[in-house]
């Protein structure tokens, strides 16, 4: 079992940075991918990154490409989003996700994934 929590969020002015983190708790395997994913308001959830956890390439959203960038911990099961010249359309609750058979196949379908975090808010002003 892997719990998974996020932390990060916040209110930030558009143009600016935030890093999220994503702290697994249990063991995290080099079959598994992590990723994120956010939901705005009256949105279905969408795919952010994701990153297998054996170090492979990395996969992006088209919206977030050149300005976002995931990333793991050496030496602890955590996995980081950071987030640059954000724009207030990424307002959304953020999402760490866990895909145990992902590793060799990124995914960026919600429903594949088999873990998910509690969400961490992110609110960019105009």
């Known amino acids: 079992q892997v719990q998974l929590v996020e932390s990060g969020g916040g209110l930030v002015q558009a143009g600016g940075s935030l890093r999220l983190s994503c702290l697994a708790s249990?063991?995290?395997?080099?079959?598994?991918?992590m990723a994120w994913f956010r939901q705005a308001p009256g949105k279905e959830r969408e795919f952010v990154a994701v990153?297998?956890?054996?170090?492979?390439?990395?996969y992006y959203a088209d919206s977030v490409k050149g300005r976002f960038t995931i990333s793991r911990g050496n030496a602890e099961n955590t996995v980081y989003l950071q987030m640059n010249s954000l724009k207030p359309e990424d307002t959304a609750v953020y999402y760490c996700a866990a895909d145990r058979d992902g590793a060799w196949a990124p995914r960026r379908v919600s429903g594949t994934y088999d873990y998910w975090g509690q969400g961490t808010q992110v609110t960019v002003s105009s």
């Open positions: 990153i297998p956890w054996n170090g492979g390439r990395t």
């Open positions: 249990g063991r995290i395997f080099n079959n598994y991918a």
